[in-house]
Structures are given as C-alpha cells and as structure tokens.
C-alpha cells in the first residue's frame, strides 16, 4: 500500500482525502509535463485542470473521475491551479482552489456541485479577501466551516503582512529572524461561497507556548495546511517546505494555538510535501505524494500510507 501510487495513468499531487457517501474521494492537483525551468516561484508546476478520484477501499481499485474543472471555465483565472481542497455541506459539495488571477496574484476561489466527483461549477470571482495558495477546509461538529490557507515562497504569503498586497515583498521568500510567518484561517459563511469574518493568524507554538521562529526550518509552517479533529482535539498538520517534513500540531479549537506535537512524515522523494489525513472505516490514514513515478519534481503521484495515535494523542506512521 504505502509504495504504489493510486494512480500512474496521470500524474496527482497534493491529495486532499474525505469520507462522503462511505468511499473515499481525493481531490489531488494534476501535474502535467512541461519546458519551464525549475525556480522558487513554482513556475514549473503548471496545472490546468482537476481530476478526482475515488476508492471503496483503501488497496483497491481506483476511479478517475476524469475532469472535474478546468482554468478556462473560471472568468477570473489566468495560470496554476495548484492545491485544491473540498467539503460538505447544505447538501452540496464545494471545491476550494487557489490560482493566479489577471494580475498573478494568488487568489482562492471555489465551485459547486451536486455529487462529490462533480464537475464543478465555478464561482465568477474569487473569494473576498482570499490570497495565497493552498486552501484547506474544515466543516467541525456543530456545521461552522472554516478555510485554512497559506504558502510562503512562490505561493506569496509573505506579500501579505500587512494585510494588503505588497509586490515588493515577493523577492524576499522569507524572514530569517524573528516569528515565523503564520497560516491563515477564516470562517466561512453558512452558504461556504464567502469569508464570515476577518481572517486571522494560526499561531503554532512550542511547549512554552512561544511561536516558532523563522529560523526554525524543521517544525515552522511553510505550505500545506490540513485539519482534522482526533478525540475531541483539533489537530493542525502542515509541510515545513524547504525541509521537507510534514509537522503538526494540537490545540483546543480551530483557531488554535496549535503546540507543536512532531513529525509525520520524513521527506519524500521530490522537491514538495503535501498532505490529508482522513478516517476511513475505523483507520486512519496519511495521503502524500511523491515522484517515484517520474524522477522530476513537477511531475508527482499520490500515495496513501496508515498512521496511528498513541496514549497521548500524538501521531505514530505505520512502519
């Protein structure tokens, strides 16, 4: 199981996994072969479109859903589709993505469907006051829903400091002193096409709840945010980019803070890590990827690997 993409036929990245219906759908972004030159701003990651898949086991067969949307349908989008995320709710299904509008700035939007592999039609503008790359959506218990984002380097979270775009910031990937730069988290409106309330910072602290450094290279969040809930404790995982690790860490509500509760994942084979973890009939289980398939960082396929919680809620990856 943890050595065999899901899929080889294409290539997918960044796997978002959820339980809707009792099967298993994951929402990957689709790589695709291309002559851009690998730089930090991810110009080489060039995704045009989004498949999903499904499985009624994990082990078993896959379905690809084929294209559930596609840059050209969304008015507002010039280029990337990276990392995409879906939920539940009002008996719809919504698909939250980030791209580069008009003006190459990273906006989030969303589109709508009536089953879970769609397609999906897509909203005319992004989401008010979204930015950044790599959406993350959480409906908890009592049916509020929140959307986590943020991605430093090419997805552009350090031009937002201030709370306004600043172009000149974008040369600058990333302070090397003071706090890290934070995730960001909003909660949605009940009809999920909008942002309730402000956005705010998602402090991740150590065990003297101080935030993590810049400089801390090995637990600081980079990209990649994911939330689940695990025993009634909200569990914030995330990559740690240029190292490569996926972290997380344990807090008492969605907003956090989250204290830094380890590593899950080592690096894998590739330049990115980008995760879910979803439970499924009882087990729990990381999705990932990685470029066995391929060699190249830009052409990536998902995996699914097991993982575990032991007496004190902390995260164990199955050997």
């Known amino acids: 199981m943890a050595n065999e993409p899901l899929v080889s036929h294409i290539f997918t990245a960044d796997p978002s996994a959820h339980v809707f219906n009792g099967k298993l759908y994951v929402y990957p972004s689709h790589d695709r072969k291309t002559d851009i030159q690998f730089n930090d701003n991810g110009d080489q990651y060039d995704m045009n479109d989004y498949h999903v898949l499904s499985l009624e ?13 596609k840059a050209e349908d969304i008015p507002w989008v010039s280029k990337q589709l990276w990392a995409p995320d879906a939920a539940f709710k009002n008996g719809k299904y919504y698909l939250f993505f980030p791209a580069r ?4 700035v990273f906006r989030i939007g969303v589109a709508v469907s009536s089953v879970p592999e769609g397609p999906f039609v897509p909203e005319p503008e992004p989401i008010a006051g979204s930015y950044s790359i790599d959406p993350a959506s959480f409906v908890d218990d009592d049916g509020k829903a929140f959307l986590y984002f943020g991605g430093i380097w090419g997805g552009q979270l350090q031009c937002w400091q201030t709370g306004k775009y600043a172009k000149e910031a974008y ?3 990333e302070a090397q002193k003071g706090p890290a730069l934070l995730p960001r988290v909003a909660e949605l409106s009940e009809d999920m096409l909008s942002f309730s309330g402000d956005v705010k910072e998602v402090a991740i602290v ?17 990209e990649a945010a994911w939330m689940h809930k695990y025993k009634g404790k909200y569990y914030f995982s995330y990559s740690t980019g240029d190292t490569h690790f996926l972290a997380y860490g344990i807090g008492d509500n969605p907003y956090g803070p989250f204290t830094y509760g380890g590593k899950i994942l080592d690096p894998v084979q590739g330049w990115t890590t980008h995760h879910s973890i979803v439970e499924f009939e009882g087990r729990w289980y990381l999705f990932y990827h990685d470029t066995c398939l391929s060699g190249e960082n830009h052409l990536r396929s998902v995996k699914v690997k097991e993982i575990f919680y032991d007496d ?3 995260i164990k990856l199955a050997s």
Not at 57 to 69: F, K
Not at 101 to 104: A, G, L, P, R, T
């Open 57 to 69: 086991s994990i082990g078993g067969p896959v379905t690809d859903h084929g294209v559930a949307l």
């Open 171 to 173: 040369s600058e990937m």
């Open 312 to 314: 004190d809620g902390k």
């Open 206 to 222: 150590d065990d003297n709840g101080k935030l993590l450094s810049s400089g801390d290279h090995d637990r600081r969040f980079f």
């Open 101 to 104: 509008d008009k003006e190459n």
